[in-house]
């Protein structure tokens, strides 16, 4: 019922833009990507199809042409991935491709899309060899595990400084890359580190282990928010004293809520806050609230930021075929999104303002400075 | 050192005990039905989710989830049966062909869940607080998951050998023939089990879904350690699918202990394995396979 | 294959790459396509033909698809290269599982599978150096420049090797299918005692058939590289050994076509529903059960050829006349002091006794006299617990059962042991596997001098249709056959394996008057041709008249021996069906 009040929704605000022009144009199509039938894949594409539905509204790009989101399903898979990317490319001839999570997929996707010579903006994959293929026409939104650790490692270092840490980690390149840079990082203080696979759902003997080994730190890395929210949980029903940190770039609302009063208090960080105070941010909230009923977060703004600044580049390149010149447009251009000013280096790596970092209170992702 | 033990063997014996009910569920349909129900896992995320809706988002206490879970998902796998399961059983090949057929009522449920729901986790407040002895903890919720599944497979082994039903099911589980040739109805025999089976995945989904929270992808993640278990165990072996899974929750959780987690878990297995060659016929099945 | 097939399906290798020239997403599915039809293949040679169900094939296809992606990345070796070695491991694993399971049985395959992909999988995302983990393995797309450089693009020829893999397995499987060794594994698989009756290595024969599932499986996860060109943990996940098991259910067990269609469909309705992308997932569930209600025997029985080509198969039979048949000469078969204990009870009791060769021996005795054990630890299926049975020089106990159907001691059972979905002809052929030999290897490359001895199989098979009566029947269903031909027809395969001395466990069961008199007939022609044979039999009319010499057992222990009028005169034999106290003329009467 929702979805076709939505879709109602769309059409009807697609009809009225089109109609204020005047005249039909055709739309120029752009492709998503992501593992829809999750949650993380499902609140990626709430942003992008917020970002169209506000550049329609604005008249589209390219002298009226409204933009048309494709959006394929890619389930964690690498081989639906390129079957995706493959079919978004040739039979929907899309020149940019946008989103997905999993690293893996990205790394698959990056061959199709550099043989089909066409652009891909990655959202949240953070692994650093999606941006290392060679191809210059490969983006990424999202900050990488080493660009997180610059900023946060000061934090734990001078800030925290805890005698003795313990990591649980999902078993993926980010937790992998995460217990290697806490190892660095701290040497023998890391007393315990365990990946767990991203189908346990029991934490209980996980943390009891953590706990024996008399950490003061407990490092939680992983993607899941029912996982890791369920580390939480345990950490408080096992009674563990010492302070628990969210690594960078994961937490969310949603995870906080699965966790419920165990969050009390964990440190995180990330680059976006949908409290930031911006006119940029306060309309892309009260947009995404107005169309949703809920309020965005780093997931929805990467969404929403993949497809604004794909739109924004075909138009400033005045084309939606040269994929050469939109890619100069990317990267040339400093963008202004709700997270701020955002820019790409070389390798196609965005970049914006400094990690914020963060404490739950009261069941909220509070600011904290320091 | 004692101390860990003992808050280890707590913690594998709540996992072990989800795999058992879970595992018995299917060992059960395996053993009188013959057949392989692939659905089982969306079974055990349905009681979840009736444990969610009734809770969080209807207000109602806990208690009425469990109940509710029961019925309900008993009430699904009533029409499963009726369109997947019991009409294709009895044509050539029946047994290989349900497999396809749970397969597809799996993802139906998976998609119905996926649109209906969405991809979101949820809480479910089960009995809060715990008992602490020491630095050991058991929560309110894991010992109620012990109790009450420790009930369940007491009362169940009950109802297997001292009623009616239950011998019927025993017979049926011998020989479908000879089942057959002393008047019991077979058909209906087999949806009963079917459905409580079902049902009994369902009220595991609800007892722990407060322990482990909801997802829509959690009928998958515990379908393959089931499934290891009911092979293990002898398939449509009920204690060996109760003593297997227990064992390897404890297991689990001891060698956790030692060794890296998923490491300890695929050195579990290869032991199990090489058990296996010797006790052919699963820990404990009938030597007839 | 004839030559129009092969130029058939080289048109097609070469033509579907050009079909979809330039258009990376169709030929990507079409190779996709290909590669789960050949996984679907793989898993049908267990399930479909050795009855052996798998839930954990993706072993097989991950450690494949490993392979050749640690071969290229790791050894430097060029992908295409690596794509011929890749299925060697798989291959070995397969030997391994199966020699495992194939002691055990069945039930365990299933569990080994089940675990050992769980095993692999569990490996692959724990050993970081090697495989990088859950992040994946990444290998570069295969090019080779030479084939660029003919103007095809990368999803052209990687489209048509993949259609080259799949044909020339499907080619494999089909040779094999309806070679010795493929006819063999469908034998075990209805029942591996009788195989073994028939001189079938079932053990072995088992172990191949899974080293070549294994392989194949292999080989497509190898080709699946290309295609998904990051390799996780995933491609040993459960989802992946469902598929392959339900592309081949879909498609058909046991048959050729089967796992093609399966595999089409598995490929090809997901990808096509993407325009409803929210609700692929769910109508490709609803098409599923619909085909599952409507079409249980699989896809491939909606192509209205497929069941008149299964009738052709058989009529293309009696083109070579039958040959005559003789049976060499038998050596003495020796029992000595044979004792069989089951747990308390003595079944047989330190029994001598020898068959000489061109003699028709007769073994009597009242229920639970221990007739068919002794058999069975005549033909080396039991273990004695005590003494030993020489067949001439060859020692039989302790050996595998079907070596002494090798050496031409061939026993044949009470139950008719057969394979009853296929026809009588094809169940005499099969049982020639001792008769007329093949290797793996020879059934796979079949040369003119196989196919010589493949019409020399057939016209064995013919001639022994022919002898015991049924060749009117030849190409019925043995299961629709009635009880009293079914026997017959178990004769039939037994001399198929041009036996030596044929031991026979109650022919005459169940059978009525005439069809009693027509075995005792058919006895006494096989003896003139020079066959040795022991009769086991409760029919004393039939026995006394038929057998040159009868041995008595009672309660496991021999009783009297000697030609029939001896044995029907001796009192304890007479004590012994009658009980004490009992006139003469009463056992003749019964007699």
């Known amino acids: 019922m929702r979805r076709t009040v939505r879709l109602i929704s769309l059409l009807a605000g697609v009809a009225i833009s089109s109609m204020a022009l005047a005249q039909t144009k055709e739309p120029i199509k752009i492709g998503v990507i992501g593992p829809t039938k999750t949650l993380v894949g499902k609140q990626g594409v709430q942003g992008a199809e917020l970002a169209a539905e506000l550049i329609n509204k604005e008249g589209g790009i390219l002298g009226g042409r409204p933009v048309q989101l494709v959006v394929y399903d890619t389930n964690f898979a690498p081989a639906e991935g390129v079957a995706a990317v493959q079919r978004l490319l040739t039979q929907d001839e899309v020149k940019i491709v946008t989103g997905e999570v999993s690293s893996s997929v990205a790394l698959a996707a990056v061959p199709v899309v550099q043989a089909e010579d066409a652009i891909y903006i990655a959202t949240v994959p953070k692994h650093p060899d999606v941006t290392k293929s060679g191809y210059d026409k490969i983006f990424r939104l999202n900050s990488t595990t080493a660009m997180d650790a610059a900023s946060f490692d000061q934090f734990l270092t001078q800030t925290v400084k805890p005698e003795k840490v313990a990591v649980i980690a999902e078993n993926s390149d980010f937790g992998r890359l995460t217990i290697d840079n806490l190892k660095k990082l701290f040497g023998s203080k890391v007393v315990f580190a365990e990946s767990y696979g991203m189908q346990q759902n029991d934490f209980n003997s996980m943390v009891t282990n953590a706990r024996a080994s008399g950490a003061d730190l407990v490092c939680v890395a992983g993607s899941n928010m029912e996982q890791y929210g369920n580390i939480l949980r345990s950490l408080a029903d096992l009674n563990f004293q010492g302070k628990r940190c969210v690594m960078p770039g994961i937490l969310n609302s949603q995870g906080i809520k699965v966790a419920g009063k165990s969050a009390e208090g964990a440190m995180s960080a990330d680059i976006y806050l949908p409290s930031m105070d911006s006119e940029a941010n306060r309309k892309f909230v009260s947009a995404f609230e107005a169309k949703y009923g809920n309020g965005p977060e780093k997931i929805e703004l990467l969404g929403f930021e993949s497809i604004w600044i794909a739109a924004k580049a075909m138009d400033k390149a005045g084309s939606a075929t040269d994929a050469d010149k939109i890619a100069a447009a990317i990267r040339e251009t400093p963008w202004e999104t709700p997270r701020g000013k955002v820019t790409f280096d070389t390798s196609g790596q965005a970049k914006s303002g400094d990690l914020i970092r963060l404490e739950v209170r009261e069941g909220a992702m509070t600011p904290i400075r320091n | 050192m004692t101390e860990l033990l003992l808050q280890q063997l707590l ?279 | 294959m004839n030559k129009i097939s092969v130029l058939l399906v080289a048109a097609v290798c070469i033509a579907l790459p050009f079909a979809f020239a330039g258009n990376a997403y169709y030929s990507g599915l079409a190779a996709y396509a290909a590669i789960l039809a050949l996984f679907g293949l793989s898993v049908n040679l267990t399930v479909g033909y050795l009855g052996y169900v798998s839930f954990g094939h993706a072993a097989f296809f991950g450690l494949g698809a490993y392979a050749a992606g640690l071969l290229v990345m790791k050894v430097g070796l060029n992908f295409w290269l690596a794509l011929v070695l890749a299925p060697l491991p798989a291959a070995a694993l397969g030997a391994l599982v199966g020699f495992a399971s194939a002691r055990v049985g069945g039930a365990y395959f299933a569990i080994a599978t089940l675990t050992t992909a769980e095993i692999l999988r569990l490996v692959a995302a724990n050993w970081i150096d090697l495989t990088r983990g859950p992040l994946g393995l990444i290998v570069p797309r295969p090019r080779i420049p030479a084939l660029e450089g003919l103007g095809l693009s990368f999803h052209q020829y990687y489209l048509a090797f993949c259609l080259i893999a799949l044909a020339v397995a499907v080619e494999i499987v089909r040779r094999l299918i309806n070679s010795p060794v493929g006819r063999s594994w469908t034998t075990i698989r209805e029942s591996s005692a009788l195989a073994e009756s028939l001189g079938m290595p079932a053990l072995r024969q088992r172990v191949i058939n899974i080293a070549l599932s294994g392989a194949l499986a292999g080989l497509a996860g190898a080709l699946f590289v290309p295609r998904t060109l990051v390799l996780t943990p995933d491609l040993f996940s459960p989802t992946l050994s469902a598929t392959g098991l339900l592309i081949a259910i879909l498609g058909g067990k046991a048959t050729l076509i089967g796992p093609l269609l399966g595999g089409l469909t598995f490929a090809i309705l997901p990808e096509a529903l993407r325009f409803i992308d929210e609700y692929r997932i769910a109508i490709f569930a609803v098409v599923l059960l619909l085909v599952v209600r409507l079409q249980p025997n699989g896809l491939v029985a909606l192509l209205p050829w497929f069941r008149g080509r299964a009738k052709a198969l058989v009529l293309q039979v009696d083109a070579d006349a039958s040959a005559p048949i003789r049976f060499s000469p038998a050596d003495t078969l020796t029992a000595s002091n044979l004792t069989r204990r089951f747990g308390g009870l003595t079944a047989v009791d330190d029994v001598s006794l020898t068959v000489k060769p061109g003699e028709l021996v007769g073994i009597i005795g009242p229920n639970g006299a221990g007739k068919t054990t002794c058999l069975s630890l005549m033909s080396g299926f039991l273990e004695p617990s005590v003494g030993q049975v020489r067949f001439g020089e060859t020692e039989i106990t302790g050996r595998e059962p079907y070596t002494a159907a090798q050496s031409g001691l061939v026993r044949t059972f009470q139950q008719t042991a057969l394979t009853p979905h296929t026809t009588v002809y094809e169940n005499v052929l099969s049982a020639t596997y001792t008769s007329i030999p093949e290797t793996f290897w020879s059934s796979l490359f079949q040369t003119s001098s196989y196919r010589e001895r493949e019409r020399q199989r057939s016209s064995l098979a013919r001639a022994c249709i022919d002898l015991v009566g049924l060749g009117a029947r030849a190409s019925d269903e043995a299961g629709s056959l009635p009880y009293g031909e079914q026997k017959m027809l178990s004769i039939a395969a037994a001399l198929a394996t041009r036996p030596r001395l044929l031991l026979l466990d109650e022919p005459a069961a169940g059978l009525n008057h005439t069809e009693a008199n027509q075995l005792s007939s058919l006895l006494r022609r096989l003896r003139e041709f020079g066959l040795t044979i022991a009769v086991i039999d409760h029919n004393l009319r039939m026995m006394m008249a038929l057998c040159d010499r009868i041995v008595v057992l009672d309660r496991g222990k021999l009783l009297a021996a000697g030609s029939p009028s001896e044995v029907s005169r001796n009192p304890d034999v007479v004590k012994a069906y009658l009980g004490p106290g009992r006139k003469k003329e009463d056992a003749r009467a019964h007699a």
């Open chain 2, 11 to 289: 913690n594998g014996l709540t996992q072990g005990m989800a795999y058992a009910l879970v595992a018995l569920g299917l060992t059960m349909i395996f053993g009188v039905l013959h057949v392989i129900n692939f659905a089982h896992g969306e079974f055990y995320m349905l009681g979840g989710l009736t444990a969610v809706l009734v809770t969080a988002s209807a207000g109602l206490p806990y208690v009425v989830a469990i109940a509710l879970a029961i019925v309900l998902v008993g009430a699904v796998a009533w029409v499963v049966d009726r369109i997947a399961v019991a009409p294709v059983l009895d044509k050539r090949d029946g047994p290989s062909t349900v497999l396809l057929a749970t397969f597809a009522v799996s993802l139906l449920i998976h998609q119905g869940v996926l649109q209906s729901w969405g991809p979101t986790p949820a809480r479910v407040e089960g009995i809060p607080g715990a008992i602490s002895v020491g630095s050991i903890v058991l929560g309110h919720q894991r010992l109620l998951v012990l109790v009450t599944g420790m009930a369940l497979l007491v009362s169940i082994e009950l109802v297997l050998r001292r009623t009616v039903i239950g011998k019927k099911i025993r017979a049926l589980a011998q020989s479908a023939y000879a089942a057959q040739v002393v008047g019991i109805d077979t058909a209906r025999v087999r949806r009963t089990t079917f459905i409580a089976a079902a049902a009994l995945a369902g009220l595991t989904g609800a007892l722990l879904s407060p322990v482990t929270l909801f997802t829509p992808a959690m009928g998958q993640h515990v379908i393959i350690n089931a499934f290891v278990v009911v092979v293990i165990g002898g398939m449509g072996s009920a204690t060996g699918a109760v003593v297997c899974g227990l064992a390897l929750g404890v297991l689990e959780a001891l060698a956790s202990i030692y060794l890296p987690q998923e490491i300890g878990t695929a050195i579990i297995y290869a032991l199990l394995l090489a058990a296996l060659l010797v006790r052919p016929q699963g820990l404990f099945g009938s030597a007839r396979a």
